[in-house]
C-alpha cells in the first residue's frame, strides 16, 4: 500500500513529460517580442519561477495551482461559445419544484433561450434546476462548487462537458460574471445575496461592464420588493449609496418583461471600450445630430473635459476587427459614476 505523502507525490506528478515540458518553453521563449499571447505566457512563467524564490507554504501554493487549473478548464470549456451570448442566473437551491418562483425559473430559461441566450447556473437543484430545466442541456452551463451538501449538479446538466465544478467560490464567481452578457437574480439565501451584491458592487464601482441585472419573483411574491425598500431605507436614506445606483437593477414579475428588459439594453448599445482616457460607447445603429445635443444637455456631467464625439472606431480599436464598422459616441469619462453611464446606456436604447 502507497504511504499518504508517496500518494500526494504522485498526484502531483507533472502531467507532460520533462523532456516535453522543456520543449514547450523553448518554444515559448524563442518567440517574436510582439506576440502579445507569448509575452503574457512569459510573464506567468517568471511569475511561477517568482513562487519558488518566496518560499511559500505548502497550502499557498496548492491554492495557486488549483486556483489556475481551475480557471484554465473553465477558459477552455466556454471558450467554444465565446459569440453566443449568456445569462447567469441566481437563485436558492432550495426553492421547491412547487413554489411559483420555480415555475417561474423554467419559463424564463426557455423564454431566454428562445431569444438567442445561453444560460449559466450553479448547476443544482431549485431556481437552478428549473432554469435549466427550462434552457434544455445544449444551452446550458453548470459552474457547479463542491460542498458537502445541496450542489450536486441536477439531472439536466449532470454529466454535461459544460458542467464546471470549483473549489474555490471566487474562480465561479469570476466566471459567472466575466462569461454574462446580462444577470437575473431570484429568491435566494446567504449566497444568492452574497453573488447578487457582488454582482452590483463590480457594477456601480465600474468594475465589470454595463449589463442588464434583473430580479425575478413570481406574481404575489414581494422577495425583491422588500429587498428594494431595505435598499432604500437603510442604505439610500443614509447616503450610503446614490440615487442612480438604483438604476443598476429592475425588479419583474415575469419571464417576459425580464427578457424585454434584457433585450432592451441591447436594443441600441453593443459594449464599450476604454482607450486612455477616452470611453468608446460602441452602438449597434447611430444616433443623429439633435440627439447628440440632448446627451451633451443631460449628461455633461459624465465628462471629465471635451464634449461627447459621434465618430468611427479609434485607432486602438482596429484590434477587434468584427468591430470596426459600428457608430461610436466617444468621450472623455470622468468615472465618477459608473450608475451615470449606465442612465446614459439607457438613454441611447430608448432614442
Known sequence: ??????????????????????????????????????????????????????????????????????????????????????????????TPPDDPNYHLACRFGRAVVEAGFMVITGGADGIMRACQEGAGRDNSFGVNIMLPFEQGPNATIADDPKLITFKYFFTRKLMFQKEANAIALFPGGFGTHDEGFEILTLAQTGKSDPQPIVCLQAPGCDYWDDWAAFITKQLLKRKLISEEDLNLFRIVDSAEAAVEEILGFYRRYHSIRFVGRQLALRMKTPISAEQLEQIEQKFGDLLSEGRFELRGALEEELDEPALKDLPRLVFNFNRRSASRLRQLIDHVNRL
Open 1 to 94: 500500500m502507497n504511504s499518504p505523502m508517496k500518494s500526494q507525490q504522485t498526484r502531483l506528478r507533472p502531467s507532460l513529460p520533462k523532456e516535453e515540458i522543456l520543449q514547450q518553453i523553448g518554444t515559448l521563449l524563442d518567440s517574436p517580442e510582439d506576440d502579445l499571447h507569448a509575452a503574457l505566457m512569459k510573464e506567468l512563467l517568471a511569475g511561477l519561477l517568482k513562487l519558488r524564490e518566496t518560499n511559500l507554504d505548502l497550502l499557498d501554493l496548492k491554492i495557486v495551482n488549483r486556483a489556475v487549473k481551475e480557471l484554465r478548464h473553465a477558459f477552455g470549456v466556454f471558450h467554444g461559445y465565446r459569440d453566443r451570448p449568456k445569462v447567469s442566473i441566481f437563485g436558492s437551491a432550495r
